[in-house]
């Protein structure tokens, strides 16, 4: 229903360009409202291909026995944030897996799901740029910075889309999105997933923010889609500006250091928002109040990181828990 010209049947050897075809990406899926005590939210980082641990990671949350998934639908939803695809052995394993359990695997795109996308319908540069989102045609060109450096694809890129090829990407590129919402109704929360990050105000209307644009907020701002999936600077100054090395922008700062000096003062007439992303492998695990970092660098032999959220109900807010799996050093 969200996705105009969708691909039916198999591909045939392109006699318009692929893009054509290819699914309008959502920016920002529906809100997802948690009402029930019982559901509980998992969130998984940066899997990279790393197949194995990832059905490793979900047998240990009792998410997954004897070959299946066996999650319900209604009671857990699973959220990869981003970069699963490339790098680890098992590229296609990880698309298969959450094409065939829709229903409780959701995702985020990353930059390198982006540039396999990319490669795919972009091999020689022809066309200025390919992909359409919800929110924007393209995100180039920023004046003073030239993100074709970022985005062009790479040979790991070109390998893994041919692998999995046209027909799964557009099921996969219509079923993910670039930011996930989900409204904790119990506690009054919001969490955001996106694979790099966001910054105050964005995706959020007036009427729920409680501070009514001081400190600089943007209200309802709607990032590029280059920042949402790739940045990890901001200028501090200015958050139009955001990159992926601290040279690229004036003031740097990472983003997640202004999210949560945002927090600082005056909390309590803030709306509680947490941002759960992944991108930050150089970082590592980076759990801070209101953004969790959970790219833990399973690919680079690290760990492939879970954080759960669950309704504690004696409490009545909900609980955070963390989980790690090992990763073998490919
Ligand atoms: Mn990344």
Same mark, same amino acid.
């Given at each position: 229903?969200?996705?105009?010209?969708?691909?039916?049947?198999?591909?045939?050897?392109?006699?318009?360009?692929?893009?054509?075809?290819? *699914?309008?990406?959502?920016?920002?899926?529906?809100?997802?409202?948690?009402?029930? *005590?019982? !559901?509980?939210?998992?969130?998984?980082?940066?899997?990279?291909?790393?197949?194995?641990?990832?059905?490793?990671?979900?047998?240990? !949350?009792?998410?997954?026995?004897?070959?299946?998934?066996?999650?319900?639908?209604?009671?857990?939803?699973?959220?990869?944030?981003?970069?699963?695809?490339?790098?680890?052995?098992?590229?296609?394993?990880?698309?298969?897996?959450?094409?065939?359990?829709?229903?409780?695997?959701?995702?985020?795109?990353?930059?390198?799901?982006?540039?396999?996308?990319?490669?795919?319908?972009?091999?020689?540069?022809?066309?200025?740029?390919?992909?359409?989102?919800?929110?924007?045609?393209?995100?180039? *060109?920023?004046?003073?910075?030239?993100?074709?450096?970022?985005?062009?694809?790479?040979?790991?890129?070109?390998?893994?889309?041919?692998?999995?090829?046209?027909?799964?990407?557009?099921?996969?590129?219509?079923?993910?999105?670039?930011?996930?919402?989900?409204?904790?109704?119990?506690?009054?929360?919001?969490?955001?997933?996106?694979?790099?990050?966001?910054?105050?105000?964005?995706?959020?209307?007036?009427?729920?923010?409680?501070?009514?644009?001081?400190?600089?907020?943007?209200?309802?701002?709607?990032?590029?889609?280059?920042?949402?999936?790739?940045?990890?600077?901001?200028?501090?100054?200015?958050?139009?500006?955001?990159?992926?090395?601290?040279?690229?922008?004036?003031?740097?700062?990472?983003?997640y250091?202004?999210w949560n000096?945002y927090y600082?003062?005056?909390?309590?007439?803030?709306?509680n928002i947490t941002v759960?992303?992944?991108?930050?492998?150089?970082?590592?695990?980076?759990?801070r109040e209101h953004t969790k970092?959970?790219?833990?660098?399973?690919?680079?032999?690290?760990?492939?990181?879970?954080?759960?959220?669950?309704?504690?109900?004696?409490?009545?807010?909900?609980?955070?828990?963390?989980?790690?799996?090992?990763? !073998?050093?490919?």
């Amino acid at each position: 229903m969200r996705i105009d010209g969708i691909i039916s049947g198999e591909p045939k050897p392109p006699s318009s360009p692929r893009w054509l075809k290819f *699914p309008v990406i959502q920016t920002i899926d529906q809100t997802i409202r948690v009402t029930d *005590p019982d !559901h509980k939210l998992l969130f998984i980082g940066d899997v990279h291909g790393n197949y194995d641990e990832l059905i490793q990671l979900l047998k240990e !949350h009792q998410y997954y026995k004897d070959g299946q998934l066996i999650a319900d639908p209604n009671k857990v939803h699973i959220t990869l944030l981003g970069d699963f695809l490339t790098k680890g052995p098992d590229s296609l394993k990880i698309a298969d897996f959450i094409l065939k359990y829709k229903d409780q695997i959701g995702c985020v795109l990353g930059n390198n799901e982006i540039m396999v996308l990319l490669s795919l319908l972009n091999p020689n540069h022809r066309f200025k740029f390919p992909l359409k989102f919800t929110t924007e045609d393209n995100f180039l *060109p920023n004046e003073e910075f030239d993100y074709w450096n970022i985005i062009t694809p790479r040979k790991k890129h070109y390998k893994v889309a041919k692998k999995i090829g046209l027909f799964k990407l557009s099921e996969l590129a219509q079923h993910c999105s670039i930011v996930k919402r989900f409204d904790l109704t119990l506690s009054n929360e919001i969490l955001f997933g996106v694979h790099a990050g966001l910054l105050p105000g964005d995706f959020i209307s007036n009427d729920e923010i409680g501070d009514k644009g001081e400190n600089n907020v943007f209200l309802g701002r709607i990032p590029k889609i280059i920042s949402l999936v790739d940045m990890k600077y901001v200028n501090e100054k200015n958050w139009t500006e955001t990159g992926r090395n601290i040279d690229d922008v004036q003031n740097g700062i990472k983003w997640y250091k202004v999210w949560n000096k945002y927090y600082q003062d005056d909390s309590e007439n803030k709306p509680n928002i947490t941002v759960l992303y992944g991108h930050d492998a150089h970082n590592g695990l980076t759990l801070r109040e209101h953004t969790k970092g959970l790219d833990s660098g399973c690919v680079n032999g690290g760990h492939l990181s879970s954080l759960e959220y669950s309704f504690h109900s004696k409490h009545g807010r909900y609980i955070t828990h963390l989980h790690q799996v090992p990763c !073998h050093r490919i």
